[in-house]
């Protein structure tokens, strides 16, 4: 299923300052103690453009029926609320088509004459101009229309009011007689929406987006909208696991210039999402951190932290890690934030986390540091999580000091950001032709991409190898690198299983055309799974793709799922479901259990490309899942066993047992048949329920089928 992102609105809390910040798809909108309209113009228009409603006063006729109170707005949904006397409120409904202003009378207001509410208002865009019933304020780039005043009676009779320009304010008015003889309440409606002219040609606000799911069932993606050149800020939107906007628009506190937001999620403590993006505002440069709690899930972000900041020079870049272990490792994991400082020349780390509401963060410590004689360090990249063995590892581009060289370059680091080991090369080049690595990983392999360029020839290409631990490097697997099929801006998205590796696709012949390619590669060799997924047009020059990771408490997990988002020419910022297998794997119970020892609870079916896990519940001190090619079984008795082939020993986890493996991303692995089942020894058993084994059962058979 696919989806656009940014069509959506949202209402929260402004980080930034008193009062609420909202907005949807073309205009955002600041709630204090006035109300700042501000329409989404894009990088072309140089500053921010802005329409500022403060109304003054309500009148009948001549006579004032009350002077509108400066008050902040409290929050009802996605309505911000301000009450100026008894029944009297002024509402602005935050939609995704613009912005519903209305007044609310609970008994006619006192006097004769026509009912008016008159605003002051602040404008970048000069004097309005009548445009049949709305007003439009409207420079060269753009800009915002007041709509028609629409008058509604509790039993709803309607009438249409006037929308009027007088003494430099804003006059909303309805006629007199429908005044006097309307059933109250009494509402004044008109509708506030942008204005985003067609005669420039297509131009596009949303840009650089980034995905991750959290354990809870959905994923945040976040991106960067551009205002105007002067003003760049983050968003984001949850997405449910049918693809579906899930809750509004995410406003998260940045200010000034924002870079391409990152995010990752952390498991303990809190369960949160975290994301980081650099700034430029009021001449300081900063790198960000704000966080989102995933569950119980809520809409607004909270603890705003700076990680870094200076007046020398911006940051080019900030990425994110987390840690999916948790408590699991012994110790509480940590967002691991690495960014780029130019004002020192090096590549630094700080770790934070939560800890009874309050951000605790380390110190910030040097990653890679330039030099004149190793080289100089940048754009580094972060594994999306740290999971199983609790390492993440942070790649980077290192460019020659003296010669024309260039190299990828990697520092593995533990849940809480302190190196691991030293740092490992993983490709070099002779020239300068390396750029732009990313990596994703965890337990004991990761895959790293980069981009190769080709400048004699232009044939750019995308190069992935395998990882361990150990810096024990696969053989190299080259993606484009020839006119019909130029690659470059490599992602990753793994998992044991198979790897969704992005990048963006140039073909030159017949005639120049780009897409975004989203490709299956096997995590174990980084060839080709021949499954992938195609944007054609997009705005940018990334798709990236995450994943949901593995819940442990699941008793049969599906294939599992991964959200793919990209900037798209039609819909800003475009979404894509993805899985990593199918569901034509099947599981046949064949019987004859030894001892019986207990239930089976539940088994996957089997496809190529995923995590298989089989379930069973059952007592014992020691079990063993045994896994055999379909061989004639060996007869015992009353029982039947699998013959030992691939056999290892589960641990129990709470109160039962669970198998998991992977299967290869291989084609021919399609309709193979395995057996499996399960091997039980009781040490505290004195015969039953094996004659021969005191102790020794065994359960059903289950005949495994890989499916597509």
């Known amino acids: 299923m696919r989806a656009a992102i940014t069509r959506n609105a949202g209402l929260q809390t402004d980080s930034l300052a008193p009062g609420l910040i909202g907005g949807g798809a073309e205009y955002e909108v600041q709630l204090g103690k006035e109300v700042r309209f501000m329409p989404v113009l894009g990088p072309q228009c140089p500053t921010t453009q802005h329409v500022t409603l403060r109304p003054v006063e309500v009148r009948r006729g001549e006579?004032?029926?009350?002077?509108?109170?400066?008050?902040?707005?409290?929050?009802?949904?996605?309505?911000?609320i301000y009450t100026h006397a008894s029944g009297v409120v002024e509402r602005y409904e935050v939609r995704p088509e613009g912005m519903e202003l209305s007044w609310r009378f609970a008994a006619r207001p006192a006097g004769q004459g026509d009912l008016v509410v008159r605003y002051a208002i602040d404008s970048t865009l000069g004097t309005p101009k009548q445009v049949g019933a709305s007003l439009e304020f409207e420079g060269p780039y753009g800009g915002v229309r007041v709509g028609g005043v629409l008058g509604i009676a509790a039993d709803g009779r309607r009438v249409e009011g006037g929308l009027?320009?007088?003494?430099?304010?804003?006059?909303?008015?309805?006629?007199?007689?429908?005044v006097d003889s309307a059933t109250y309440p009494l509402v004044l409606d008109p509708l506030v929406g942008a204005i985003i002219p067609v005669a420039f040609g297509i131009t596009y606000s949303e840009f650089d987006a980034d995905v991750a799911h959290t354990e809870y069932a959905y994923w945040l993606v976040v991106w960067r909208r551009i205002l105007s050149a002067t003003s760049h800020v983050v968003r984001g939107q949850r997405i449910d696991e049918n693809g579906a906007l899930l809750g509004s628009l995410v406003f998260f506190g940045s200010a000034g210039v924002a870079s391409?937001?990152?995010?990752?999620?952390?498991?303990?403590?809190?369960?949160?999402?975290?994301?980081?993006?650099?700034?430029?505002?009021?001449?300081?440069?900063?790198?960000?951190?704000?966080?989102?709690?995933?569950?119980?899930?809520?809409?607004?972000?909270?603890?705003?932290t700076?990680?870094?900041?200076?007046?020398?020079?911006?940051?080019?870049?900030?990425?994110?890690?987390?840690?999916?272990?948790?408590?699991?490792?012994?110790?509480?994991?940590a967002f691991v934030i690495v960014w780029e400082d130019?004002?020192?020349?090096?590549?630094?780390?700080?770790?934070?986390?939560?800890?009874?509401?309050?951000?605790?963060m380390s110190s910030a410590s040097v990653l890679w540091s330039d030099s004149t004689l190793a080289g100089f360090v940048e754009q580094p990249a972060i594994s999306r999580h740290a999971i199983g063995a609790g390492r993440l590892l942070v790649v980077a581009r290192r460019r020659a000091g003296i010669a024309s060289a260039s190299a990828i370059i990697g520092q593995f680091l533990d849940a809480n950001?302190?190196?691991?080991?030293t740092t490992g090369t993983i490709a070099t080049s002779a020239v300068d032709d390396l750029f732009k690595p990313a990596v994703d990983g965890h337990g004991d392999r990761w895959i790293v991409a980069w981009e190769k360029n080709a400048p004699a020839l232009g044939f750019d290409s995308v190069r992935v190898v395998t990882t361990d631990f150990a810096w024990n490097l696969g053989s190299v697997v080259t993606y484009g690198g020839s006119a019909l099929?130029?690659?470059?801006?490599?992602?990753?998205?793994?998992?044991?299983?198979?790897t969704w590796l992005g990048y963006r696709r140039v073909t030159a012949l017949p005639s120049p055309t780009t897409t975004l390619q989203l490709t299956a590669v096997r995590s174990d060799t980084c060839t080709t799974c021949s499954d992938s997924f195609s944007v054609s047009f997009p705005s940018g020059p990334r798709i990236v793709a995450a994943r949901k990771p593995i819940y442990v408490l699941d008793a049969n997990p599906p294939p599992v799922l991964g959200l793919a988002v990209w900037d798209d020419s039609i819909d800003d910022i475009g979404g894509q479901l993805v899985t990593?297998?199918?569901?034509?794997?099947?599981?046949?119970?064949?019987?004859?259990?030894c001892g019986n020892p207990g239930n089976d609870v539940g088994a996957t079916p089997p496809n190529i490309g995923q995590h298989y896990a089989e379930v069973r519940g059952f007592a014992g001190n020691i079990a063993f899942f045994n896994l055999s090619p379909v061989v004639p079984t060996i007869p015992c008795g009353t029982c039947e066993f699998v013959p030992l082939s691939v056999t290892f020993e589960v641990p129990t986890w709470f109160f039962w047992r669970r198998a998991t493996f992977v299967i290869p991303c291989d084609a021919t692995l399609v309709g193979a048949q395995f057996l499996s089942q399960w091997i039980v020894i009781d040490l505290a058993a004195a015969s039953a329920p094996c004659p021969a084994l005191p102790g020794f059962s065994t359960s059903q058979r289950n005949l495994l089928t890989i499916g597509q």
């Open 580 to 593: 990593d297998a199918g569901t034509t794997g099947t599981v046949q119970a064949l019987g004859s259990a």
């Open 485 to 498: 099929n130029q690659a470059s801006r490599p992602t990753v998205c793994y998992a044991p299983s198979r």
């Open 306 to 333: 700076t990680v870094a900041s200076t007046t020398s020079a911006p940051y080019p870049s900030a990425v994110v890690g987390g840690d999916l272990d948790g408590l699991g490792t012994g110790t509480t994991g």
């Open 164 to 178: 009027h320009w007088r003494n430099d304010g804003l006059e909303l008015s309805l006629p007199a007689a429908f």
């Open 63 to 80: 006579a004032q029926v009350l002077a509108a109170a400066s008050v902040l707005p409290t929050q009802e949904h996605h309505t911000a």
């Open 417 to 421: 950001g302190a190196a691991l080991g």
């Open 342 to 360: 130019d004002a020192t020349a090096t590549i630094r780390r700080r770790s934070a986390t939560l800890a009874a509401g309050v951000v605790q």
């Open 260 to 304: 391409a937001p990152r995010l990752s999620s952390l498991r303990d403590p809190g369960d949160l999402f975290g994301v980081v993006w650099t700034q430029t505002s009021g001449g300081t440069h900063s790198v960000q951190l704000q966080m989102l709690l995933a569950f119980p899930s809520t809409q607004t972000p909270t603890n705003l």
